[in-house]
């Protein structure tokens, strides 16, 4: 089935740095999300992305959806303690079901 | 608070039984979409309603059921429970039909069995 390669798995930063992680797949994608998890609880919708190419911020949060349609980024600048989490990505692949695939997430770990 | 609530917040039980998990989705929502999170596990999608049609089926177990109902909230229904049916279980909401079809997340129901 299709699936979503997340990258990397997770990270150890220290508070200020600036984060990248991506999602891949050989399928494309009409949307990609943005998800943030905390433990214990329900994702959290960071970032949608719509057009190839397209560019969105929130905040300190920057995502992009790949021009190919089959990969998108992720970057948190100057991260922050609370930035702690796993974050995930999810593509919808057709308009029909609305159905998304998700990525296995990037766990990531904010050093003060 | 995404306006996705599921109800209830946790559950034990014990294997062989039975039970029904509960969702509402987002005021206006159409669509429901069922998640099953194991231990430091992604999400794994079971399940699809639109308006109170399965629209779409994941690897969801056939001890497993789903409906939703024409208030279009939905129940998820696990059936001769095994230890590994312990997770976290989320719904999700979109309105679907829509341009932006942002997927929300309710808080999720905790089912451990014993």
């Known amino acids: 089935g299709q699936q979503l390669n997340q990258s990397p798995q997770s990270m150890f930063i220290q508070e200020g740095e600036d984060v990248s992680m991506n999602c891949t797949s050989s399928?494309?994608?009409?949307?990609w999300l943005w998800y943030k998890q905390d433990p214990g609880e329900g994702p959290v919708l960071l970032i949608a992305?719509?057009?190839?190419?397209e560019l969105t911020s929130n905040g300190r949060l920057t995502a992009q959806f790949g021009i190919t349609r089959k990969d998108s980024f992720l970057n948190i600048s100057a991260s922050i303690p609370s930035d702690v989490g796993i974050y995930f990505c999810?593509?919808?692949?057709?308009?029909?079901?609305?159905?998304?695939?998700f990525g296995t997430g990037t766990r990531l770990k904010v050093l003060a | 608070d995404s306006g996705v609530t599921q109800t209830p917040k946790h559950l034990i039980t014990a294997t062989g039984q039975r039970v029904t998990l509960r969702c509402s989705p987002r005021?206006?929502?159409?669509?429901v979409y069922w998640y099953q999170q194991s231990l430091d596990q992604g999400l794994q999608f079971l399940i699809q309603?639109?308006?109170?049609?399965?629209?779409a089926k994941g690897n969801i177990l056939e001890r497993f059921s789903a409906q939703q109902f024409p208030d279009l909230h939905s129940e998820l229904n696990l059936s001769s429970l095994e230890l590994g049916d312990s997770a976290l279980y989320f719904c999700?909401?979109?309105?679907?039909?829509?341009?932006?079809?942002?997927?929300?997340f309710g808080p999720g129901t905790r089912l451990t069995v014993l």
């Open positions: 999700a909401s979109s309105p679907s039909g829509a341009t932006y079809n942002e997927q929300f």
């Open positions: 399928s494309i994608f009409n949307t």
């Open positions: 992305l719509y057009k190839a190419g």
């Open positions: 999810a593509g919808q692949l057709t308009s029909g079901t609305y159905k998304y695939i």
């Open positions: 005021s206006g929502d159409l669509s």
């Open positions: 309603y639109y308006n109170g049609e399965e629209r």
